[in-house]
């Protein structure tokens, strides 16, 4: 199995899966270690992967990995809604370039592609409703960030239906637990309250967001893997939406602290009012359902984490806050 970002949060997490289901499988893992990727995020497992530091933008690193595996898992893009605001550029090479490549050498060699996507290609929904995303969703991407993904879903769509590529797409919600780089918005406030910091959100903290364990979003992967059907999109999503402001509170009282002692700060401009999935066709086609029912109790286990692991987030957090601290956030 090729995983390519799997440096990053969510593929670090899946190659941690895949080691400890199918410890049978030979698993290559592709990253550039870009801001984002983190090798020491693979530390448990280094000794039974292979890890090639290379860049889905290079097409013939691509046909060598992809020629030497069964099945390709593309995490590798660049992820961040408020970096993609300041520099677009790398989002369009890596996602949208990237997947193409990426999609050439899986057509080359006719591999299985699962592609990894986000609930942000819909764009956003009212607040004050009950409706989903679904499948059948139109496409309405609101940052450079949604519209690269976007775009690189309708490359995948479009190989699979002019060229027989056998490839299945999943857009999930929002992610949190270990591993996830602090400049997202979970570990950012569970750091800042480590440092000695107040949380920050964005505008009035009215932007609602559906959280998915990683370790969720992954088991979901994993049977759409294995029992998915060529050519489908699946949504995944937990089921519990949060405001931001309801997430800090939680966060602030988890960690011991008054649940009010946090800053509203500028928002983030085109800021995307609600995600939330509808995931039926995961659950009943596939029988998917989420272990973390409780966000409580996934976002303590993700706290406790933060708390033991500050080696691993230390080194992230100055740089991150003084590019906040540059766009008044
Ligand atoms: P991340 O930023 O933590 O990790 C991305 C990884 O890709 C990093 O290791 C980085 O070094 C690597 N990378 C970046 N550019 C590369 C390139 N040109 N070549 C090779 N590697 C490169 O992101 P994440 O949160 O783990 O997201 C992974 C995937 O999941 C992305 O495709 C993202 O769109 C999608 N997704 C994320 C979420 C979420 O909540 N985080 C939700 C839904 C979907
Ligand atoms: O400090 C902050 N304060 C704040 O209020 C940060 C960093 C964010 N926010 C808000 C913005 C969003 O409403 O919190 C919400 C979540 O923000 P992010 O963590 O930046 O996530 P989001 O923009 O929702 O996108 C995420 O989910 C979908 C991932 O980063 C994407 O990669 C994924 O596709």
Known sequence: MLITGGAGFIGANFAHHVRRCHPGYRIILLDALTYAGNRSSLRPIIDHIEFVHGDVRDADVLDRLVAASDTVVHFAAESHVDNSLLDPAPFVQTNLVGTFNLLEAVRRYDRRLHHISTDEVFGDLPLDSDERFTELSRYDPSSPYAATKAGSDMLVRAWVRSYGVRATISNCANNYGPYQHVEKFIPRQITNVLAGDRPKVYGRGDNVREWTHVDDHNTAIDAILRSGRMGETYLVGSGQECDNRQIVRLILELMGRPADDFDLVTDRPGHDA??????????????????????????????????????????????TEERYRRLGR
């Open 274 to 319: 609600r995600y939330a999935n509808d995931s039926d066709k995961l659950r009943t086609e596939l029988g998917w359902k989420p272990r973390y029912a409780d966000l409580s109790a996934g976002l303590a286990g993700t706290i406790d984490w933060y708390r033991r692991n500050g080696w691993w987030w230390k080194p992230q957090k100055d740089a």
